[in-house]
T-cell receptor
Framework: EAGVAQSPRYKIIEKRQSVAFWCNPI?????LYWYQQILGQGPKLLIQ????????DSQLPKDRFSAERLKGVDSTLKIQPAKLEDSAVYLC?????????FGQGTRLTVV | GEDVEQSLFLSVREGDSSVINCTYT??????LYWYKQEPGAGLQLLTY?????DMKQDQRLTVLLNKKDKHLSLRIADTQTGDSAIYFC???????????FGTGTRLLVSP
């Protein structure tokens, strides 16, 4: 079974630029999560989708972050404009209801 | 409290047992997980326990769950240097199945 795929693996941008991350979850998984993991900290949930609907985005900085899940499958997370403090690893995970499986993450560096 | 809490650091010698502890927040959480994260890598699901169980054993791993105290532990028997990593506990909350992570415990195994 293919795992959760994320791209790009690494991204370096200047502050105030825009960036987008892509996630392809495991086929058939209804739940998709985006997490932000700052160095030395645990993952923080940004947004959770159930199929193509948002069920939790309480910690998403909506003035600069946006996410969508097209047709309940792939998802993109966008930051516009980026700030220095957005430097982190962005993790995508999917779940059929029990276990949650993570992708390798996208490491974002904002300079 | 609102946060899933873990001790920051644990150091053991190779061959000893390691016990990593976690206090979670929601007594109604359905699933509780242990993930392993090696440097520069994503989160690897090690094991999980359903909330109606109080123990689960999987080869060298033993998970103990105390629902009354909202306490979860992971015991690694015969700890090896390859077990050195950061270990995160996570709870899947009731309702919309929000997955919340702890702060992580860095395990260092010395020869």
């Amino acid at each position: 079974e293919a795992g959760v795929a994320q791209s790009p693996r690494y991204k370096i941008i200047e502050k105030r630029q825009s960036v987008a991350f892509w996630c392809n979850p495991i086929s058939g998984h209804a739940t998709l999560y985006w997490y932000q993991q700052i160095l030395g900290q645990g993952p923080k949930l940004l947004i959770q989708f159930q199929n193509n609907g948002v069920v939790d985005d309480s910690q998403l900085p909506k003035d600069r972050f946006s996410a969508e899940r097209l047709k309940g499958v792939d998802s993109t997370l966008k930051i516009q404009p980026a700030k220095l403090e957005d430097s982190a690893v962005y993790l995508c995970a999917s779940s059929p209801g029990g276990e949650a499986f993570f992708g390798q993450g996208t490491r974002l560096t904002v300079v | 409290g609102e946060d899933v809490e873990q001790s920051l650091f644990l150091s053991v010698r190779e061959g000893d047992s390691s016990v990593i502890n976690c206090t979670y927040t929601d007594s109604s959480s359905t699933y509780l997980y242990w993930y392993k994260q090696e440097p520069g890598a994503g989160l690897q699901l090690l094991t999980y326990i359903f909330s109606n169980m109080d123990m689960k054993q999987d080869q060298r791993l033993t998970v103990l769950l105390n629902k009354k105290d909202k306490h979860l532990s992971l015991r690694i028997a015969d700890t090896q240097t390859g077990d050195s990593a950061i270990y995160f506990c996570a709870e899947k909350k009731t309702g919309f199945q929000k997955l919340v992570f702890g702060t992580g415990t860095r395990l260092l195994v010395s020869p």
